[in-house]
């Protein structure tokens, strides 16, 4: 059973487009997060979620929104696609004391 | 708030090697500390943590780790290279409480036949 499960696993869409990726936990952990990779590999927090309420919010464009829905659910939704959003997104379930737990990643390709 | 360095992009080593991948934070209150592996196209999976308790962890894969805190340290470390341990290594120290981890720029360790 899959502890942090994200889909899709695999988005390609042109630009101006609207899309949506989902992001779901089964550990019971209140936080969550939004983790953006980049094509050198670097990993930069987008956003927090704390039993669902927004607790950090980095410096991401207003067209990424995300959705926490309950507290075991982290949805991105992303307006009008852009080349440079390309990028591999990941979701993670963290708790207080403990190390964060991550999906599979969505791999984002904006033509 | 926390920031690491990971010193070399790029280690290689032959097969049977030590690997010594090094880790570096900065943070006067001591934070949590983790070391994640990244397999071409797959998610972050945990190598090691530190939490609190003995400062020598050992984790997955025959990899350990040392925290030392008057190095601001947590090198990662494994007696001999398999092939199988080619990938990308991330340190990721984080505070205690709801923080978010905060990556290092990651280690791509080659593992030479």
């Known amino acids: 059973d899959t502890a942090v499960s994200q889909t899709p696993k695999y988005l390609v869409t042109q630009m101006g487009n609207d899309k949506s990726i989902k992001c779901e936990q089964n550990?019971?952990?209140?936080?969550m997060y939004w983790y953006k990779q980049d094509s050198k590999k670097f990993l930069k927090i987008m956003f927090s979620?704390?039993?669902?309420?927004?607790?950090i919010n980095e410096t991401v464009p207003n067209r990424f929104s995300p959705k926490s829905p309950d507290k075991a659910h982290l949805n991105l939704h992303i307006n009008s696609l852009e080349l440079g959003d390309s990028a591999v997104y990941f979701c993670?379930?963290?708790?207080?004391?403990?190390?964060?737990?991550f999906g599979q990643g969505t791999r984002l390709t904006v033509v | 708030a926390q920031s690491v360095t990971q010193l070399g992009s790029h280690v290689s080593v032959s097969e049977g090697a030590l690997v010594l991948l090094r880790c570096n934070y900065s943070?006067?209150?001591?934070?949590?500390l983790f070391w994640y592996v990244q397999y071409p196209n797959q998610g972050l999976q945990l190598l090691l943590k530190?939490?609190?308790?003995?400062?020598l962890v050992k984790g997955i894969n025959g990899f350990e780790a040392e925290f030392k805190k008057s190095e601001t340290s947590f090198h990662l470390t494994k007696p001999s290279a398999h092939m199988s341990d080619a990938a990308e290594y991330f340190c990721?120290?984080?505070?205690?409480?709801?923080?978010?981890?905060?990556f290092g720029k990651g280690t791509r360790l080659s593992v030479i036949a």
């Open positions: 993670a379930a963290q708790g207080l004391e403990t190390e964060a737990f």
């Open positions: 550990l019971g952990h209140d936080t």
């Open positions: 990721a120290p984080r505070n205690s409480g709801n923080t978010p981890l905060v």
């Open positions: 943070s006067s209150v001591p934070p949590y």
């Open positions: 530190y939490t609190t308790g003995a400062t």
């Open positions: 979620y704390n039993n669902k309420e927004l607790i």
